[in-house]
């Protein structure tokens, strides 16, 4: 029970890793705050998990709704320790070809949505008598630059580097609160639909391909990096803070083997 009696927030929660994280946390003995812009999906994640979840409808990049949300949470659970900054999407595009739409709709959910939650959730989090983490959701294009994900990257990018200053600020204020990122290659979920839509191939084939790039031979599932998310909000990671944790199959851990 690596989360016994903490009370989390996770983004996100409706689908995908999200989902995942909510399932995984309430396993380890967190509550859990469903949000998600999504709130049939939201609703349905906090159904299956039961007594220990329910749900709210967040759009994370609107400031307003971050402050109605923590507000609700205090007043009805008392406390909050951990928020899970999981939404986000995903546009394709190289910088010839980024469309003005795709980068501002980026920027605002991946970049200023995570930027809110953590701005509102230390608040709440300190203010509440909370102790614990923010974890944030980049990915490896938030460490590095694939030529067709400009604008996804240049968001992500920002997730990364916010993250280390959220993680100065708290441990200069001796707030008991960590701030990780955590950077996944491609992980197997609804996410990756519309790409395999626009390359006219089904999920299945689309992982495969990508499969092929990562050193261990497999995308990453939506476990894989909940497990990560749920071990960076524990206390077994009270001494690691600013950090980023890399969940990619050894993708970035060098270039491929010169030697056939
Ligand atoms: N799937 C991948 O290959 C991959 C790789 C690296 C990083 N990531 C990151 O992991 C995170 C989760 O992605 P996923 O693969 O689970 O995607 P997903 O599409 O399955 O889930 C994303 C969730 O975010 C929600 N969401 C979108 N906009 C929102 C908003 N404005 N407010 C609140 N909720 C909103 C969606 O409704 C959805 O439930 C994202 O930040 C993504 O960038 C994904």
Known sequence: MLL??????????????????????AGEGAGVIVADLDEGGAA???NAIGEAAFPITLDVSDERMWVQACAHIVEALGRLDIVANIAGIGRGG????TDMDDWNAMIAVNLTGTMLGCKHGLKTIVTSGGRGAIVNMSSIGG?????DIAGYCASK?????????VAMHCAEKGYPVRCLSIHPTYVDTEMLDPVADAGGISRTDLTAGMAKLVPMGRVAAADDVANAVVF????????MSGSALLVDGAQLAGPPSAHF
Request: hydrophobic residues 40%.
């Open 157 to 165: 990018g920002g997730v990364t580097t916010l993250t280390k200053s």
């Open 94 to 97: 190289s910088i010839e070809d």
């Open 232 to 239: 960076a909000a524990s206390d077994r990671a009270a001494m």
């Open 4 to 25: 016994k009696r903490k009370i989390a927030l996770v983004t996100g929660g409706a689908s995908g890793v999200g989902r995942a994280t909510c399932h995984m946390m």
């Open 143 to 147: 460490l590095v630059g694939p030529s």
């Open 44 to 46: 349905k994640t906090a």
